[in-house]
């Protein structure tokens, strides 16, 4: 089985692809490829060079995967599963730095009245990996970074992660236009409970 998934390598697209097929005992016997956005990864699971696609359902680029059902990519999975832990990281060599680098959906869960500009980078990872390299000087990215890299890292805000749904992709319809849900999921057992 082949899954694609937004990357770079070390992205929270390829941590969660990996839970979700390590969860399946899919690890041994699928591949996971990761991409530059998600128009590449749908026409992958569209051209058959890909089997599945996983997307984080908050990313900014889910409406326009989900809207390519209409050439035959189908959403047949969901999932809730945290991603890395976040921080605002800031290179050792910085002295107060006025700008933050940052993903659009990480932006929310910051006060972003304290820095004067915000510069919108695509992928968590791209922040990170823009901190160590020294094109921002402060930025949203993983909280492992300055764990693996003291010298040049360290954390100004512990942010940790949310739980986000996820979504997979392929090309078989599984609904079969009815609703598809576990009736004994958590959120099932909450139901149970309360009722």
């Given at each position: ?18 839970r979700?097929l ?45 809207g ?81 890299h ?40 909450l ?5």
């Amino acid at each position: 089985m082949k899954f694609i998934t937004l990357g770079p390598a070390g992205s929270n697209h390829e941590f969660v692809t990996l839970r979700y097929l390590d969860f399946h005992g899919l690890l041994d016997r699928a591949t996971v490829t990761l991409a530059a956005d998600f128009a590449q990864c749908a026409d992958a699971v569209l051209n058959g060079s890909a089997d599945f696609l996983i997307q984080c359902a908050v990313h900014p680029a889910c409406t326009a995967t989900m809207g390519r059902f209409f050439e035959g990519l189908f959403a047949i999975d969901t999932f809730i599963s945290p991603s890395q832990d976040l921080a605002i990281l800031q290179r050792n060599d910085a002295v107060q730095p006025r700008s933050l680098a940052v993903m659009r959906p990480t932006l929310d869960y910051i006060d972003a009245r304290q820095w004067e500009r915000i510069k919108l980078v695509g992928t968590v990872a791209e922040v990170t990996s823009g901190l160590l390299a020294g094109k921002y000087a402060a930025g949203l990215g993983y909280a492992a970074a300055a764990q693996s890299h003291p010298d040049i890292l360290h954390v100004t805000q512990f942010i940790g992660t949310v739980d986000d749904a996820w979504i997979v992709y392929g090309r078989a319809r599984v609904s079969g236009g009815k609703l598809l849900a576990w009736r004994d999921s958590p959120a099932g057992r909450l139901y149970g409970r309360a009722a």
